[in-house]
T-cell receptor, first 114, second 115 residues
Framework: DAKTTQPPSMDCAEGRAANLPCNHS???????VYWYRQIHSQGPQYIIH???NNETNEMASLIITEDRKSSTLILPHATLRDTAVYYC???????????????FGQGTTLQVKP | NAGVTQTPKFQVLKTGQSMTLQCAQD?????MYWYRQDPGMGLRLIYY???????DKGEVPNGYNVSRLNKREFSLRLESAAPSQTSVYFC??????????????FGSGTQLSVL
């Protein structure tokens, strides 16, 4: 199973874009990259996921490099409420019977400052 | 719309005591999961239920049992609590664990301390 590497912490000014990097150099061709965040010990919250192409939703954008060895989560206009631990996760899909196993790393603590 | 509801939110046990953590979801999801989170360890999967009537072990199942009571409810039981089971427990659900674009929805957690 692929593992991910993230910086332990980052700061971002309120209103600016927050760019959170993730390295997943051992990722396999059928493994999706997921991003979740956890605000102050609440349950993790789904943000976005992708396989090869860049993705965008109402919360964020996900940029995946062409070789798929790294990705960047972009919060376009960070607010104080975006302060959280952000997890980059690789989910393995083996076909039928997949457990939805999420391999959580240490995550990046994003501090959004006024 | 409550989503995933866990009870209790906090619990203190003595070593050797037993208890059941309750989880219910109102999203008509097929799959449910129990995770534990320890400081510096991320989340680890204890047990999961791909669909009503099935349960399977995850990464760290020892010391736990589960019951998928019906489609809505998935309980986690500690038969004889140990200090190593002090952790925050999260229940989650998803539409179908076999889908490639699966999203998990988590409850707010149960903080368990075993003395």
């Amino acid at each position: 199973d692929a593992k991910t590497t993230q910086p332990p912490s980052m700061d971002c000014a309120e209103g600016r874009a927050a760019n959170l990097p993730c390295n997943h150099s051992t990722i396999s061709g059928n493994e999706y990259v997921y991003w979740y965040r956890q605000i102050h010990s609440q349950g993790p919250q789904y943000i976005i996921h992708g396989l090869k192409n860049n993705e965008t939703n109402e919360m964020a954008s996900l940029i995946i490099t062409e070789d798929r060895k790294s990705s960047t989560l972009i919060l376009p206009h960070a607010t104080l409420r975006d302060t959280a631990v952000y997890y980059c996760i690789v989910r393995v899909f083996h076909g039928s019977g997949n457990t939805g196993k999420l391999i959580f790393g240490q995550g990046t603590t994003l501090q959004v400052k006024p | 719309n409550a989503g995933v509801t866990q009870t209790p939110k906090f619990q203190v046990l003595k070593t050797g005591q037993s208890m059941t953590l309750q989880c219910a979801q109102d999203m008509n999801h097929n799959s449910m999961y129990w995770y534990r989170q320890d400081p510096g360890m991320g989340l680890r999967l204890i047990y999961y239920s791909a669909s009503e009537g099935t349960t399977d072990k995850g990464e760290v199942p020892n010391g736990y049992n589960v019951s998928r009571l019906n489609k809505r409810e998935f309980s986690l039981r500690l038969e004889s609590a140990a200090p190593s089971q002090t952790s925050v427990y999260f229940c989650a659900s998803s539409e179908d664990s076999a889908r490639t674009n699966e999203k998990l929805f988590f409850g707010s957690g149960t903080q368990l301390s075993v003395l």
